[in-house]
């Protein structure tokens, strides 16, 4: 990359005598680490070609950093500047089977392909919502976990200011917009960035449901579905040809729907399992701002309804 640049600014040079008051040069450096793992860093640094502030020269510089580790045939690699504890851990597979889903796509090769390609996008689906189900679940726990610092301080406080300027000092997870004190039992409780519309925390988790709804067809997910696309050679001829399975869109489409009526849409009944299982209790009591005691300033530019008395 350097030697290319040298060589435009050489042809450059050809009609016009004037270098550039700043020069782009790249570097590279590998750095051996502990358990296999090496550290890879790009830069791309902006030199200039004088200074000021007392200095003779200034560099931006950004950087792209890869630690990477190989196991077997295998090359394991993670983005970002922190290493992280899971390349040392990980290990190669020794499983060699493959899904039933997939070996039903193969089956419907012919003899002498020469390029085989296999996509299989809704079998990821029921992993992907497990994903945010574990992000939920950490989300909860956070905002649960300062919570129950917040009520600790407002419990060793016999002073209703002292207590307010106490939370002020104790940082918020980003999914609390505001803390709010329910003025009869003291509880500490808070409200999500919903700007006017009032959503409280703690409140039921979301995910869990959706996971209800997919349950039987992550039971088929693997088996079922997908797409192949293949090429092959003729004396004369080059045949490429696409199919796709929709099993897996069907059996989805099915699936989800049988299981959103037979569990939340079928009765009266059904629908308010369904309201208690997504809502807290003061959900949209618009009387939950007058109790604000504290705003996340992450959110401050959100509106929320005027309270009878400044928040701090």
């Known amino acids: 990359m350097n030697h290319n640049r040298e060589l435009?600014?050489?042809f450059a040079e050809t009609f016009q005598k004037q270098r550039p008051w700043v020069n782009q040069v790249s570097r590279f450096h590998s750095t051996a680490l502990d358990q296999g793992i090496t550290r890879y860093v790009r830069e791309s640094a902006w030199i200039t070609q004088g200074g000021i502030f007392g200095y003779d020269q200034h560099e931006l510089v950004n950087r792209k950093v890869v630690h990477a580790r190989r196991v077997d045939d295998y090359l394991i690699y993670q983005r970002g500047a922190k290493p992280s504890s899971w390349l040392a851990e990980v290990q190669a597979s020794r499983s060699a089977a493959i899904s039933?889903?997939?070996?039903?796509?193969?089956?419907n090769l012919p003899e002498g392909a020469n390029h085989v390609s296999v996509c299989r996008l809704l079998v990821a689906l029921p992993g992907c919502v497990n994903?945010?189900?574990d992000l939920e679940e950490?989300?909860?726990s956070d905002g649960?976990?300062?919570?129950?610092?917040?009520?600790?301080l407002v419990d060793a406080s016999d002073d209703p200011a002292a207590a307010k300027h106490a939370l002020l000092g104790l940082p918020m997870p980003e999914l609390i917009a505001s803390v709010n004190i329910d003025p009869q039992t003291k509880r500490v409780y808070a409200l999500l960035p919903a700007g006017k519309a009032a959503f409280?925390?703690?409140r039921p988790?979301?995910?869990p449901l959706?996971?209800?709804?997919?349950?039987?067809y992550a039971a088929r997910a693997d088996d079922i579905g997908g797409s192949t696309v293949y090429t092959r050679l003729g004396s004369e001829t080059w045949e490429y040809s696409a199919r796709q399975s929709t099993a897996a869109l069907t059996t989805l489409t099915k699936t989800v729907g049988n299981a959103l009526f037979e569990n939340y849409l079928g009765s009266e009944d059904k629908h308010q399992r369904l309201k208690q299982r997504v809502s807290a209790a003061r959900d949209w009591d618009d009387t939950v701002f007058n109790e604000v005691v504290v705003r996340n300033p992450r959110w401050a530019s959100m509106p929320q309804p005027r309270r009878k008395t400044p928040t701090e």
Do not use: C, N
């Not at 039933?100 to 089956?107: I, K, P, Y």
């Not at 649960?144 to 600790?152: I, T, V």
């Open 210 to 216: 959706v996971q209800e709804l997919l349950k039987d």
């Open 144 to 152: 649960q976990a300062y919570l129950r610092k917040a009520q600790a």
């Open 138 to 140: 950490r989300i909860h």
């Open 131 to 133: 994903w945010l189900a």
């Open 200 to 202: 409280v925390f703690p």
């Open 100 to 107: 039933l889903g997939t070996a039903r796509l193969l089956e």
């Open 8 to 10: 435009r600014l050489a």
């Open 205 to 207: 988790r979301v995910i």
